[in-house]
DNA sequence: ATTAAAACCTAATGACCCTAGGATAAGCCT
DNA sequence: AGGCTTATCCTAGGGTCATTAGGTTTTAAT
């Protein structure tokens, strides 16, 4: 009888897989099993358990999301760059749903594993680079940084869950959100002191 | 013996209180059931099963929400109604963070219970009058509408998952943000031909 | 008091997570 | 090539959980 041929990364990849099939909350140990044609108890060898299976599909989807939005964003800047980041964040979590909600269990991962993993570190570096066209000042900058993040994430986090339902066009709003980004970007409110009303 | 006096909503609650404690993957039929000193089995009359409990503690949570901001909100308008809403909106979400996290999943919720619910739709109807002071003329209200709740949600979302670890307080962002949404809803950039750079 | 409708329980099935210990394939060394 | 080592994969089994079916008891209405 020939080997499976396990290893860590396969079993991640194809509990990633079936996460974009069927949601992340129905990838459990037997299933990800059944699919490599092996029995669940083979599968402790390469992966702690359930939480750690989670855990690297949520490394694994920020290292691909990542290199995507490297990808995208290399040789531009402004709002060219801007558009390029945000529509290849969306276009990740639009092809890999599962992966993407992954990425936002606060799971506490195995810390020698996110060492190797630099994908979510990076994605803020990448974000920190993305917005130097607008030559904002620390700390503005990093408010800036968080704002933007907090945005795309949260846009694609409630069109997901269906909060946009039936009205205007998600996609229509979506790039109206990027034009209203890019203002705001270039015209950042100066420190304190905001006028009431 | 005497009886317990479970009700859907009584399930619900103990679900509720369950979550925010313990986190919302946790809350199980049998957790539940144990803590109001009840069989598991018991449970089946009042709701219909573990989805049906995650749904309906989902619609509790975006009610009590929706009343909290709207009550924060109250004869309040312009930077002053916008602060209001955000900070209740993510004082909610500090308070019950597993009635939180109910409401972002996508689950397809009874419609008869839906319903009588009017939470989530009211919710996004707040968000409307709290803009009306901002002066937008459709469609362009229902963008401001969606980049608001996506970058408070997108915030508040990824606070929770650990993403602004270390560095700034997430507080100070938080202020500064809200400054800018504030900044970017006075001026909203006119329709299309975004000058690109 | 009788009866009807619930609430609640016992019992049982099947899925799943995980551990322990045994068998076996793969490579390594001589 | 043959034996040793190691890691892979399996069999077995215990524990928790979700869910259904059917019985029993409390509650309240007639």
């Known amino acids: 009888m020939a080997r499976a041929g396990l290893t860590a990364d396969r079993v991640t990849l194809?509990?990633?897989?079936?996460?974009?099939?069927?949601?992340?909350?129905?990838v459990t140990m037997s299933a990800v099993a059944r699919r490599l044609g092996v029995k669940d108890a083979s599968l402790y060898v390469h992966v702690r358990g359930l939480e750690d299976l989670r855990g690297r599909i949520a490394l694994l989807a920020a290292d691909e999301k990542t290199i995507r939005i490297a990808e995208a964003t290399a040789g531009r800047a402004g709002?060219?760059?801007?558009?390029?980041?945000?529509?290849?964040?969306?276009?990740?979590?639009h092809a890999h749903p599962g992966r993407y909600t992954a990425t936002q269990i606060p799971t506490q991962i195995d810390p020698e594993l996110a060492a190797r993993a630099a994908g979510p570190r990076r994605a803020v570096e990448l974000t920190y680079s993305m917005l130097r066209a607008y030559e904002l000042a620390e700390p503005d900058l990093t408010d800036a940084v968080r704002l933007v993040r907090s945005t795309l994430h949260g846009f694609v986090s409630l069109e997901a869950a269906g909060g946009f339902a039936h009205a205007r066009p998600a996609e229509a709003s979506w790039a109206r959100c990027l034009d209203a980004l890019h203002a705001l970007l270039e015209r950042w409110p100066a420190s304190r002191e905001g006028d009431p009303s």
Chains 1, 2 share one sequence.
């Open 14 to 26: 194809t509990g990633a897989e079936l996460a974009d099939e069927v949601g992340l909350e129905h």
């Open 79 to 93: 709002k060219d760059a801007l558009v390029a980041f945000a529509d290849s964040w969306r276009a990740y979590a």
